[in-house]
């Protein structure tokens, strides 16, 4: 008989993360930028790849990266820690501060990879709950910090999957919650570029958080798996000695690098796509459905009258996938769409409206 290793036993009754990929016309479900980067990144990529020297180990620093990152954002290249996508940032940030023996807290609903990593991590999960109107609870926060001093302490904001954005002085209330505890702070940005506000501004060295980003959903560039955390130079220090070594290979430090010469093409981007989350949220005003408000690339929102599965049913007849969070916990019933293209939200919008008959 063969003998077959178990899972650790933490792991053991865990599902995995998936979102479907299914084949249809419009793909609106995992918050991809519509469209890729301009045809001249292409070529000026191409060109470059001549001189990687494919015998040899990349730059283990990723020094242009971080560099050309960290200008962006009036940054040196030592506050800046990059992954391969911000999930290889929020692991290692797991790895290196979390871990057996620690915790970390996370606000649900919130984005379910923060839970899924601290438990690949042997980090002990301490759920606290939004308000209902998914903003963060500020006498939660509280209550979780005081009962049981979590060593890294997740805020999302514009929050996945529900759009929510937290008001700028809420960082400084979770900090002054959190001081005294030697918690880590660590504001999950994923889609900070569709916000007006952002926590960037508020790192410092002796301000215990981080803030994290990726080139997944603004720069076009979820192929390329690429993220990158802003954060004091000593906490930066400390990811990349336990990250594993060249874990960032050269053609991906390249393709970030040239892709950051494309800011004009990702600012415009940004615009138009805010600019179509507006227009596509209003149209769903006169729909019977019920949409949060978002500061995302997306939005959530359920039907008066129609089961989430149904209504998600539906719009796959339509060829158009959403995210379908109808059964997870506080989400019953709803759905989160991805701002596309101005024709792939038409199509959106006339799907619902036939499978809603409004
Ligand atoms: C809130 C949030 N953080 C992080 C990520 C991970 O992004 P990536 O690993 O592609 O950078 C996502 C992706 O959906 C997200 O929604």
């Given at each position: ?33 519509p ?104 006498d ?11 060593h ?24 002054e ?105 209003a ?44 059964n997870?916990?506080?989400l ?27």
């Open positions: 008989m063969t003998s077959r290793p178990q899972v650790r036993a933490d792991l053991a009754l865990r599902a995995g993360y998936h979102s479907p990929q299914i084949d249809v016309d419009v793909r609106l479900n995992t918050n991809e930028a469209t890729s980067l301009p045809e001249a990144f292409d070529a000026a990529l191409a060109e470059a790849i001549a001189d990687i020297a494919w015998n040899r180990y990349p730059d283990r620093a990723a020094t242009e990266l971080r560099a050309k990152i960290g200008d962006r954002y009036g940054r040196s290249a030592d506050e800046l820690f990059v992954a391969n996508g911000s999930n290889e940032v929020l692991q290692t940030i797991l790895l290196t501060f979390g871990g057996a023996g620690r915790t970390a807290a996370v606000f649900e609903p919130t984005y379910a990879m923060h839970g899924q990593i601290g438990k690949a991590t042997a980090t002990t999960v301490i759920e606290g709950a939004r308000a209902d109107d998914f903003s963060l609870d500020l939660e926060v509280e209550r979780i910090v005081d009962q049981h001093q979590p890294v302490v997740f805020m999302c904001t514009p929050n996945n999957p529900t759009g929510v954005v937290d008001p700028p002085d809420t960082v400084d209330r979770v900090l919650i959190m001081s005294g505890t030697n918690g880590l702070l660590v504001v999950d940005e994923a889609y900070g570029q569709f916000a007006e506000t952002s926590a960037v501004d508020k790192v410092g060295a002796d301000v215990p958080m981080v803030v994290s980003r990726t080139f997944s959903k603004t720069w076009s560039m979820a192929a390329a798996r690429l993220g990158y955390l802003i954060g004091p130079e000593w906490i930066v220090d400390e990811l990349y000695k336990v990250v594993l070594p060249y874990h960032l290979d050269a053609f991906k430090q390249l393709a970030g690098s040239i892709a950051l010469d494309f800011h004009d093409a990702m600012d415009a981007q940004v615009e138009k796509i805010v600019s179509e989350r507006q227009r596509v949220m149209q769903m005003s006169d729909l019977p459905v019920e949409v949060w408000p978002s500061g995302a690339n997306f939005f959530l929102f359920k039907a008066h009258d129609m089961a989430g599965d149904d209504l998600w049913q539906g719009l796959i007849e339509h060829s158009v996938l959403v995210r379908n969070t109808a997870w916990p506080r019953e019933n709803c759905l989160r769409v991805t701002i596309g293209t101005p024709e792939e939200n038409d199509a959106f919008l006339v799907a619902v409206r036939n499978v809603l008959q409004a």
